[in-house]
């Protein structure tokens, strides 16, 4: 799950899909296109509305994406195209490339760090729909 900061999105991304996986075998990861919060904790508005789902992302620490995501991953969701276009530039192969799309499938997760909590909100109930149609397309 990538974002620009991984502090808002990516992380909340990341939670929600690690609690609706819980079924399969699987390895769940969240990355920034960007430096800025490398090492941090989420946004706390993130974390307040994960919690309220009953989600901890609490733990979590902000890291860049780097090339070597394309080897330790099979899928790599972005949030929006400048992202996808971030992450596309580091693809070496177009096995790696074929990897990466939008989670939203053609439309973008809106960034909801300049915000209020309810654009966090409206930011979880995409995601969460999203990583639902991703895991009910698994288990057909």
Same mark, same amino acid.
């Given at each position: 799950?990538?974002?620009l ?23 769940? *990861? ?12 989420? *946004? ?15 733990? %979590?620490?902000?890291? %860049? ?8 991953? *099979?899928y ?40 209020? *909590? ?23």
């Open positions: 799950m990538v974002c900061g991984n502090i808002c999105r990516s992380p909340l991304a990341h939670g929600i899909f690690e609690h609706l996986s819980k079924d399969f075998s699987i390895t769940v *990861d969240s990355a920034g296109t960007a430096n800025y919060h490398a090492g941090n904790a989420p *946004d706390p508005r993130s974390i307040k509305t994960a919690a309220a789902k009953g989600i901890n992302i609490a733990n %979590q620490k902000a890291r %860049q994406f780097i090339a070597a995501d394309f080897v330790a991953f *099979d790599i969701f972005v949030m929006d195209q400048e992202n996808l276009n971030n992450v596309l530039k580091l693809a070496e192969t177009e096995s790696d490339r074929k990897k990466v799309r939008l989670l939203l499938g053609s439309d973008e997760v809106e960034d909801p760090y300049y915000g209020g *909590d309810q654009g966090f909100e409206i930011v979880f109930d995409k995601i969460e729909k999203a990583c639902k149609n991703i895991i009910e397309s698994w288990n057909q």
